[in-house]
């Protein structure tokens, strides 16, 4: 079993940045692809973004690409999602999220571990 704790969330400014964090426990996910999903009250949970086990491939949704960055760090068990140029759409509860079978996809079904998801409020 994997555990993910994400932080890092709060209430910025729109144009502020914000660097978003996930800690795994349990065992290392050094192997797994790992995401970032968002979800807003009444929306389905949304994919962001994700990077592959090695660093090699990263994959992100339309509307984050060119402000979203996401990397891990194998050695610490960590994921980071750097957002910057932040917008009042990007307000949601922010998830990380692993996939032990290492596919580089946007679906949330392939994902087997999720957080519980931190807050990202954007004011315009």
């Known amino acids: 079993q994997v555990q993910l704790v994400e932080s890092g969330g709060g209430l910025v400014q729109a144009g502020d940045s914000l660097r978003l964090s996930c800690a795994a426990s349990?065992?290392?996910?050094?192997?797994?692809?790992m995401g970032w999903f968002r979800q807003v009250p009444g929306k389905e949970r949304a994919f962001v973004a994700a990077i592959s086990w090695d660093s090699g491939s990263t994959l992100y949704a339309d509307s984050v690409k060119g402000r979203f960055t996401i990397s891990r760090d194998n050695v610490k068990n960590m994921v980071y999602l750097q957002m910057v140029r932040l917008k009042s759409e990007d307000t949601a509860a922010y998830s990380c999220?692993?996939?032990?079978?290492?596919?580089?996809?946007?679906?949330?079904?392939?994902?087997?571990?999720w957080g519980q998801g931190t807050q990202v409020t954007v004011s315009s």
């Open positions: 349990g065992r290392t996910i050094s192997r797994y692809t």
């Open positions: 999220a692993a996939d032990k079978d290492s596919l580089l996809v946007t679906y949330k079904s392939a994902y087997d571990y």
